[in-house]
């Protein structure tokens, strides 16, 4: 008996595990398509992966709502050519998901070449089916 309940146990806790690691992949896929759009500038690729309360903070402190965020990267005032996720963690609760990363990127804002190295916390909540970023905070690395 104590081993076929420690089997239950053991096989309980690989699916929930399972689980969770099915979950920060979706995380992930949401990440990853974010990074895409913000490099494409595709308007309804940007308005489809933000939701609608949307915070989104640059590391000046200057602070975007939905609107704001989609028409900088849309309309080309904030232009990445690349962008480079490197350390990223994702922490999954209930339906809310706290992601970090190092963003590394190379910009052409308004035609001038440079190039961005910012900490980045995202927060992420699942909508439906899809999970939508509704906070982003970047601040200076040291």
Known sequence: MKKISFLILLVSISLVVKAQTMVEKDV?????????AMI????????NIAAT???????????EDKTAFVESIAS?????????????TIKVTGK???VRHQLD???N????PGEVHLGI??????QGKDWKLLGRQAYKLP
């Open 53 to 63: 309360d949307l915070s989104y903070g640059h590391s000046s402190g200057k602070i």
């Open 28 to 36: 992930a896929a949401a990440v990853e398509k974010l990074r895409l």
């Open 109 to 112: 804002d308004g035609g001038k």
């Open 40 to 47: 494409s500038g595709e308007r309804v690729a940007l308005e």
């Open 76 to 88: 080309g005032k904030s232009d990445f050519v690349t962008i480079d996720f490197k350390n990223q």
């Open 121 to 126: 916390l995202l927060v992420w909540q699942k």
């Open 105 to 107: 990127a190379k910009t």
């Open 96 to 98: 809310t998901a706290l």
